[in-house]
């Protein structure tokens, strides 16, 4: 004890003094300055170290004695903490590889197919050659950081397009028009029953036509719908597609909030200035109705870079997930107790209130112009069935949408919930979209709902 006396004030002193170098380092060097924000914790750490080892000099041999024990108790259980998060975070990732091979061998029992484990790019240079009117389902949010004279609210018209494969084959669409998931014919009818607008669980995300939201909806009611749903879309892109798009003859508007992602959503379309004029100017338009074949040039020289860019990122992600995989890699995650430091870190900045509250205002009040009648449905992810799961901004939308007096149909209650196993109704239980169980459910309810 009386070695680890002598030795305990430098020994923390040289330790506060390096740690305060590497996260200088790392946040000035790596990052450039950057994420400056995001260390300004552990320079407080550090800081406090330091100070702490400076005033270990000054107390007694057997204050000194306690803390000792004290610190070394404190660092023991760090790492046996650290252990077990590492011991449960294996078995988790190993499970989610083995529930992928076993639901392409469901998958193929089911059907005698094989799974499809083409890359979009692969499978649309081979439909390619049959179709040459063949495109991709893409994020609109991806224009986010480009700078173009208009903003594209839709996708390519008139067109096959290929989607996405959760299910074991790529869905695809003939899209309308404008862009969208619909028959060409859903435009010249004289009344439209349903106008649906929301992200890529509204466009029928990875499953076919007539199983998406929209489809089932037109054939329950008999009646006409129009599916306005894009993938990657937030509230503002959202509301700016019902500016645009909204017709006198829509009886009923569906707004879709999906809890997954739509507030982060939100804080990426406020770096858009076009898209934030619809928020300051109640009379600006893009009149991109009228801009369809300068919204199809633009799609169609953004798509394949946009694909051949996220597929380079795809071989970059699996580098880093060879790298993360290996011994050196677990051995300093583990001596820097990575997984200990994620289980305590900070939530996130809150959700923009304001904002989605705003929104919502004048999608009320722009709906309620048009004579049409408003309903909010509120969409739950996969992890709320999957994991000990805590949404703090399901209260806040909810409270929001009651406030503004428009009715909210809660999915996870009037579906999900009722379902003995909720997971069923995503693809072999895993994580994604819904699958056509889910989307068929989802679309009854809805339905029943609104249909007074």
Request: aromatic share 14%.
């Given at each position: 004890?009386?070695?680890?006396?002598?030795?305990?004030?430098?020994?923390?002193?040289?330790?506060?003094?390096?740690?305060?170098?590497?996260?200088?380092?790392?946040?000035?060097?790596?990052?450039?300055?950057?994420?400056?924000?995001?260390?300004?914790?552990?320079?407080?750490?550090?800081?406090?170290?330091?100070?702490?080892?400076?005033?270990?000099?000054?107390?007694?041999?057997?204050?000194?004695?306690?803390?000792?024990?004290?610190?070394?108790?404190?660092?023991?259980?760090?790492?046996?903490?650290?252990?077990?998060?590492?011991?449960?975070?294996?078995?988790?990732?190993?499970?989610?590889?083995?529930?992928?091979?076993?639901?392409?061998?469901?998958?193929?029992?089911?059907?005698?197919?094989?799974?499809?484990?083409?890359?979009?790019?692969?499978?649309?240079?081979?439909?390619?050659?049959?179709?040459?009117?063949?495109?991709?389902?893409?994020?609109?949010?991806?224009?986010?950081?480009?700078?173009?004279?208009?903003?594209?609210?839709?996708?390519?018209?008139?067109?096959?397009?290929?989607?996405?494969?959760?299910?074991?084959?790529?869905?695809?669409?003939?899209?309308?028009?404008?862009?969208?998931?619909?028959?060409?014919?859903?435009?010249?009818?004289?009344?439209?029953?349903?106008?649906?607008?929301?992200?890529?669980?509204?466009?029928?995300?990875?499953?076919?036509?007539?199983?998406?939201?929209?489809?089932?909806?037109?054939?329950?009611?008999?009646?006409?719908?129009?599916?306005?749903?894009?993938?990657?879309?937030?509230?503002?892109?959202?509301?700016?597609?019902?500016?645009?798009?909204?017709?006198?003859?829509?009886?009923?508007?569906?707004?879709?909030y999906f809890e997954g992602n739509d507030l982060q959503n939100?804080?990426?379309?406020?770096?858009?200035?076009?898209?934030?004029?619809?928020?300051?100017?109640?009379?600006?338009?893009?009149?991109?109705?009228?801009?369809?074949?300068?919204?199809?040039?633009?799609?169609?020289?953004?798509?394949?870079?946009?694909?051949?860019?996220?597929?380079?990122?795809?071989?970059?992600?699996?580098?880093?997930?060879?790298?993360?995989?290996?011994?050196?890699?677990?051995?300093?995650?583990?001596?820097?107790?990575?997984?200990?430091?994620?289980?305590?870190?900070?939530?996130?900045?809150?959700?923009?209130?304001?904002?989605?509250?705003?929104?919502?205002?004048?999608?009320?009040?722009?709906?309620?112009?048009?004579?049409?009648?408003?309903?909010?449905?509120?969409?739950?992810?996969?992890?709320?069935?999957?994991?000990?799961?805590?949404?703090?901004?399901?209260?806040?939308?909810?409270?929001?949408?009651?406030?503004?007096?428009?009715?909210?149909?809660?999915?996870?209650?009037?579906?999900?919930?009722?379902?003995?196993?909720?997971?069923?109704?995503?693809?072999?239980?895993?994580?994604?979209?819904?699958?056509?169980?889910?989307?068929?459910?989802?679309?009854?309810?809805?339905?029943?709902?609104?249909?007074?």
């Amino acid at each position: 004890m009386n070695f680890l006396k002598r030795i305990f004030t430098p020994t923390i002193l040289t330790i506060s003094i390096l740690l305060l170098i590497y996260i200088f380092y790392k946040s000035e060097i790596t990052w450039n300055g950057e994420n400056r924000i995001y260390y300004l914790t552990y320079y407080f750490i550090s800081l406090l170290l330091i100070f702490f080892s400076v005033f270990t000099f000054f107390i007694s041999q057997k204050i000194k004695e306690y803390l000792i024990i004290i610190s070394i108790t404190l660092v023991v259980t760090l790492y046996l903490f650290e252990g077990y998060l590492s011991f449960i975070e294996q078995p988790s990732n190993k499970q989610l590889s083995n529930k992928q091979l076993l639901k392409e061998q469901l998958y193929e029992k089911q059907t005698g197919n094989k799974w499809d484990n083409r890359s979009h790019l692969e499978i649309y240079n081979d439909l390619k050659k049959v179709n040459n009117e063949i495109s991709i389902s893409f994020h609109l949010i991806d224009y986010i950081n480009k700078k173009h004279s208009i903003f594209p609210l839709s996708g390519i018209s008139n067109s096959k397009t290929i989607y996405c494969n959760e299910n074991g084959y790529y869905s695809t669409y003939q899209s309308d028009r404008y862009g969208f998931n619909n028959p060409n014919t859903e435009w010249d009818e004289k009344k439209i029953e349903y106008l649906l607008v929301g992200d890529s669980f509204v466009d029928g995300a990875c499953v076919n036509r007539p199983n998406d939201i929209g489809s089932v909806l037109r054939s329950i009611s008999n009646k006409s719908v129009l599916n306005l749903g894009k993938a990657g879309n937030g509230p503002l892109i959202e509301y700016a597609t019902l500016r645009e798009y909204l017709n006198p003859n829509v009886k009923k508007v569906i707004w879709f909030y999906f809890e997954g992602n739509d507030l982060q959503n939100l804080k990426d379309e406020k770096a858009k200035k076009i898209l934030i004029n619809y928020l300051n100017d109640l009379n600006f338009k893009q009149n991109i109705k009228f801009k369809q074949k300068e919204i199809d040039d633009l799609n169609r020289s953004t798509i394949i870079k946009e694909f051949d860019r996220k597929e380079r990122e795809k071989e970059r992600e699996k580098d880093e997930k060879r790298k993360k995989e290996s011994l050196k890699f677990k051995i300093l995650k583990f001596i820097k107790i990575y997984n200990t430091r994620q289980s305590i870190t900070p939530s996130p900045s809150s959700a923009p209130a304001e904002e989605i509250k705003q929104i919502l205002q004048l999608t009320r009040e722009l709906v309620e112009k048009n004579n049409s009648k408003l309903y909010f449905v509120y969409l739950p992810e996969y992890y709320r069935y999957k994991i000990n799961y805590d949404n703090t901004n399901y209260s806040l939308i909810k409270n929001i949408v009651n406030e503004l007096n428009i009715p909210f149909i809660d999915i996870h209650k009037e579906v999900f919930k009722k379902e003995q196993n909720s997971l069923k109704l995503f693809p072999f239980e895993l994580p994604g979209h819904y699958n056509v169980e889910g989307y068929n459910k989802v679309a009854e309810i809805i339905y029943k709902l609104t249909s007074n």
